[in-house]
């Protein structure tokens, strides 16, 4: 799709877009200046013109749905390259990662053809798709696009739920170096709600899909941290203490969680507890991975010490985040403050 951009003399200050597709002028609508009203009716405009975007899932179970009918196949390698192109939606896939992605190392002389053959089939579902709309002119070739050495799921505009967690938890990290912790603890815990699971849970990944499923799951987790943050900064202790106990069970050498919960207990008047969680993660850090906890969550251990259960810890302070089990054995730094 080509965008051109031209102003009429009696609206400088009002861009407007024309947007080409294939040679076919489309409707215009005005430019990025008129804000959320222009793109929304942009984006109307172009289903009228070419039907339904294309909405996907990966926040969770794959789902990946034109023209409101499901393109999600069910046998395990076509699969496999549906979520590897819907995780670079928009954006082409080289051939030679699709083939990486399904064979590894060891491709089979046949499979540049058996890839051609899983593209065929969802080109197919797609087809069916399109048929259940109105419009003739897209062509399932138009939305699994073969491009200069690769393929390239193109949505027009539709829903892609990690793109917007990514910029819902913005929002959030946004709102937290403003010292707006409603405001953050909002947004992040919206951000989190679109997750209905682990990513890509019912998909048989390989090396590409399992970077990008870790990649995902960090970025949770930082949202996590900082939504259980600014709960804490707002005073609720004690609702988080549940939530809290389950999770650094589920991510067992998770120091920033580790010191979420104690600082939550040691507020809670529970003190004897929260020292008890430093020590049991200091026996897993020096038996697993031969480490000491970091010197913040150490510090906070001995204010707990010395503290009164009501006082505070203390106010700014940066947990090193031990990566889950079998999620790689380095540590990274998680903001806390």
């Known amino acids: 799709m080509v965008c051109r951009t031209r102003r009429a003399a009696s609206e400088i200050d009002k861009p407007t877009v024309l947007f080409f597709y294939q040679g076919v002028r489309l409707a215009a609508h005005p430019g990025p200046g ?16 070419f039907g339904e975007n294309v909405d ?4 969770g179970a794959l789902s990946v749905h034109e023209n409101g009918v499901s393109i999600t196949l069910t046998a395990p390698k076509p699969r496999q390259v549906l979520a590897l192109l819907a995780l670079h939606a928009d954006h082409a896939v080289p051939v030679a990662a699709l083939i990486e992605e399904l064979w590894e190392q060891n491709p089979p002389r046949s499979a540049r053809t058996t890839l051609q053959t899983y593209v065929l089939q969802l080109r197919e579902l797609i087809g069916v798709a399109l048929a259940c709309g109105e419009n003739e002119r897209c062509t399932s070739k138009d939305i699994l696009a073969t491009v200069p050495g690769g393929y390239r799921l193109e949505t027009r505009g539709g829903s892609v739920d990690y793109r917007e967690f990514e910029r819902r ?14 405001g953050a603890a909002r947004r992040l815990a919206d951000a989190l709600s679109l997750w209905t699971g682990p990513a890509l849970t019912d998909v048989q990944a390989g090396s590409r899909i399992e970077t990008e499923v870790r990649r995902l799951e960090e970025l949770r987790l930082c949202a996590l ?4 943050e600014a709960d804490l900064r707002l005073g609720r202790h004690r609702e988080l203490l549940s939530e809290l106990t389950v999770l650094v069970k589920q991510y067992r050498l998770h120091e920033s969680l580790h010191g979420q919960l104690m600082l939550a207990l040691h507020r809670s008047g529970r003190r004897g507890e929260a020292l008890n969680v430093y020590q049991r993660l200091r026996t897993m850090l020096v038996s697993e991975l031969g480490l000491e906890p970091s010197a913040a969550l150490s510090r906070l251990q001995r204010s707990i010490l010395m503290a009164h259960p009501e006082s505070a810890a203390p106010p700014k302070a940066t947990f090193p985040v031990t990566a889950p089990a079998g999620a790689g054995g380095g540590r990274l730094v998680a903001r806390t403050n």
Request: aromatic letters at 6%.
């Open 34 to 49: 008129s804000g959320k009203r222009g793109k929304r009716a942009g984006r109307e405009r172009l289903r009228a013109t």
């Open 56 to 59: 996907i899932e990966v926040l």
């Open 169 to 182: 938890a913005g929002a959030g990290y946004r709102a937290m170096d403003a010292d707006d912790y409603q």
């Open 225 to 228: 941290d900082q939504r259980i």
